[in-house]
């Protein structure tokens, strides 16, 4: 593929002698077998093994052919997949009924795919509480569309999976929100942490913005019949209240393709770009992790922390996001924090929340340890604990 004039600027090159692909991504050896396919047939499983496998060892590869994997087979296992008690998009078919005619329905879908006569139908726009009391939007898509979106995420993890960093944690194999908890303990108790920057990205899967997130994909899969099926899986639209309503951003939470289409974003946005460009500038210690749309970084000193707000903020631009204001602070933090603090006459560090948890400063009174501690934020709903966490840093 040649080289955009923009490809510096979303993907900036590494030196050094790792193996570096051409979007600047370091990549290690694919490990483990069949880790991201569990619960497919082996044949399938070794064909996307394979992909994994390659991408992993050929950091400059493209994959020109993959639609060709999404035939009956695939299609087959992941309906096996399905939950056959989640709700039904506008098609109103479940899982039993379109096995009643199994076969016949996959020969039928996988020459529309063939042809191009596939058109998803527009996804049940619904709304579940949020922890913090909002709504968020769901899109339930019609049941042959959650069968093409599974198997698109499939080999879209399997070419992008051994490129992410390792910073990413959300929608990835044998990785969950323990182990980013666990990593953001690591960076505050063990390293030189003095300051927290606890930033939210305003509206992150309806705003990513659909070709960019196209021409992301393009660094690593030149099939167009690929890349075809995604811009279709984008603008399918959705209907609410009866209303058909387009979709020209965004990528739906329900699409069972929006994980890794997110991941492969933000990767882009702020993970690569902090290992091999940002990272550079610092004269301290930092950590960065992130779970889906929301991200901790944490630094040694100060004037580090605010130029990571003020160049994430740059950065995001290029991607049409942004962060949201009222929820992105910067916050002293750390072992030494409450010392610092003190001997300015302030009272004790500020709160962070991240993941569903309030983080706070904790000192062993006995042994002088220093421990981050983490309650849930939905245990200190009026709780005494709650005024006592709010009291923090007043």
């Known amino acids: 593929m040649a080289a955009r004039e923009s490809d510096t600027v979303i993907v900036p090159k590494i030196a050094g002698n790792a193996a570096v692909g051409k979007d600047g991504t370091q990549v290690d050896p694919a490990q483990g077998t069949h880790l991201l396919y569990a619960g497919i047939g082996d044949e399938m499983a070794t064909k996307l093994d394979r992909i994994k496998e390659m991408s992993a060892s050929n950091p400059k590869m493209e994959f020109t052919s993959l639609y060709h994997l999404i035939n009956e087979g695939l299609l087959r296992e992941c309906h096996k997949e399905m939950d ?10 479940t899982k039993s009924e379109y096995e009643s005619n199994l076969e016949e329905n996959l020969k039928n879908l996988v020459e529309r795919l063939k042809t191009k006569g596939y058109k998803p139908q527009p996804s049940l726009r619904v709304y579940i509480p949020k922890a913090n009391g909002k709504l968020r939007p769901i899109g339930m898509a019609a049941y042959e569309d959650k069968l093409v979106q599974s198997a698109l995420s499939k080999i879209l993890m399997a070419v ?44 992150y899967f309806n705003s990513l913005d659909h070709e960019r997130i196209l021409e992301l994909i393009r660094f690593r899969i030149a ?14 639209g959705i209907v609410e209240d009866n209303k058909w309503q387009p979709t020209t951003k965004g990528t739906e939470q329900g699409n069972l393709a929006s994980p890794v289409i997110a991941n492969i974003y933000m990767h ?13 500038t610092l004269r301290g210690e930092s950590g960065l992790v992130i779970f889906a749309d929301d991200f901790v970084a944490t630094f040694q000193y100060k004037d580090d922390a605010i130029r990571f707000l003020e160049a994430v903020k740059e950065r995001f631009t290029l991607f049409r996001l942004e962060l949201e204001p009222n929820k992105t602070r ?45 309650m849930r934020m939905s245990a200190l709903v009026g709780s005494s604990a709650k005024r006592r966490m709010q009291n923090c840093g007043k």
């Open 160 to 203: 992008y999976e051994p490129k992410f960093c390792d910073s990413l944690f959300g929608f990835r194999p044998n990785r969950g929100q323990h182990d980013a908890l666990k990593r953001l303990t690591q960076f505050v108790e063990r390293g030189k942490t003095n300051y927290i920057v606890d930033a939210d990205i305003k509206g």
């Open 268 to 280: 882009y946005a702020l993970a690569l770009w902090y290992d091999v460009k940002f990272k550079k």
């Open 330 to 374: 910067l916050v002293e933090f750390g072992r030494y924090a409450e010392e610092n603090r003190k001997s300015r006459g302030e009272r004790k560090p500020k709160t962070f929340d991240f993941l569903g948890f309030s983080h706070y400063c904790f000192r062993n009174r006995n042994t002088g340890k220093f421990r981050m501690k983490r």
């Open 223 to 236: 099939d167009p019949n690929i890349l075809w099926l995604i811009r279709k899986t984008l603008t399918a």
């Open 84 to 93: 056959g008690n989640k709700a039904t998009g506008v098609d109103d078919v």
